[in-house]
């Protein structure tokens, strides 16, 4: 028993056997507990409805064989006397290896919220995909200065300090940034509050046409005239946006200027004509026409009507029938639109 007691690098021979003993037991548990206690976990899973517990058993799969060898090699470790340089380095290098597949394993639920948030609140495939790329990217950029953080706290830098060292520089950033870190913070406003969507079409100020990409910083919309405009999440929302997707009806109004010289009687039945023009074209609803004033060289009257669906098409088409209709029976009745004329007073003396 000599041979057992006999030290190496401060530690006797079986002192080494009983880490190396631990070592194998610690993996052996690890590897059976993976076997067949997460085999049998995995198929009870496969028999719910819910998904929450497959992606449960898919996180813990998702631990490879490099994580078990260290976890491994620290439970051993814990029964020898090592150099103290060793003992930081392997606490580094498995502070390191744990903080990287937390951050992988956070991505992964991550992944799953954002698919069902999308899948709830988006219908459409290309806004949907829009929308994931661009959560993804600044979620797991937060979640990777977490873990940068989280490890130098740990490794004994005082990160405080760093902070504070820095504070005039990151004030003079923060600064230089406040307008991109602004769109950022408006890109997860029209994420959630979903002002409008990728396909609508929207007009902004002199800037008119459909929305093709939103973007962490800005958004792109394709004009009428075939352009493509890009304009920064931040203007989108504070601009007075205004979203004709979201129409479900339009509303019409418009003026009839008759002359002077109609006769009182045809001047009571003019709304009567314009209700029955409107009612008899088809998607419109009559709301009102009424002679509004006597102009400088007309008789003015303003008739309202809704068109009860939002497609420009549709509106263009129903009001151009309005219109001829109109025609048709102010033509009938002898009733004649105005134009602008001066009438002329001579006096002689």
Not at 52 to 57: M, P, T, V
Not at 205 to 212: A, F, I, L, R, S
């Amino acid at each position: 028993m000599e041979f057992l007691s006999t030290r190496y690098f401060g530690n006797p021979v079986s002192d080494y056997l009983y880490a190396a003993a631990v070592f194998a037991a610690t993996l052996a548990a690890l590897y059976l507990l993976r076997a067949y206690g997460l085999a049998r976990l995995k198929a009870l899973a496969a028999r719910t409805s819910t998904d929450i517990d497959d992606l449960l058993i898919d996180l813990v799969y998702a631990i490879k064989a490099p994580e078990y060898h260290l976890l491994a090699l620290y439970a051993a470790a814990r029964y020898l006397e090592l150099p103290p340089a060793f003992d930081k380095a392997l606490f580094a290098v498995i502070l390191v290896a744990v903080s990287v597949r937390a951050v992988t394993l956070a991505q992964k639920l991550l992944d799953y919220w954002l698919e069902k948030f999308a899948a709830e609140r988006y219908t459409d495939e290309s806004v949907r995909a829009t929308m994931l790329k661009s959560a993804r990217v600044v979620f797991k950029t937060l979640l990777w200065v977490a873990a940068v953080i989280f490890v130098l706290s740990n490794l004994g830098v005082n990160v405080s300090a760093a902070l504070a060292g820095l504070g005039i520089g990151g004030v003079a950033v923060a600064l230089a940034a406040q307008a991109i870190l602004g769109d950022l913070f408006n890109f997860f406003v029209i994420l959630l509050d979903k002002p409008f969507r990728i396909g609508d079409f929207v007009v902004l100020d002199d800037m008119q046409g459909t929305v093709e990409h939103i973007g962490l910083k800005s958004t792109r919309v394709r004009s009428l005239g075939g352009e493509l405009i890009i304009i920064s999440n931040s203007r989108m929302l504070t601009g007075g946006l205004r979203n004709y997707k979201a129409m479900n009806q339009r509303r019409v109004v418009f003026k009839t200027a008759v002359t002077y010289q109609t006769p009182i009687e045809k001047l009571r039945r003019v709304p009567e004509l314009i209700k029955a023009a409107v009612s008899s074209v088809p998607e419109t609803r009559f709301d009102r026409s009424n002679l509004q004033a006597y102009g400088a060289y007309s008789i003015d009257f303003e008739t309202v009507y809704y068109v009860t669906v939002a497609d420009y098409n549709i509106y263009a088409a129903d009001h151009e029938a309005v219109l001829l209709k109109i025609g048709e029976a102010f033509a009938r009745e002898g009733i004649e639109f105005a134009y602008p004329t001066q009438t002329l007073f001579v006096n002689k003396s």
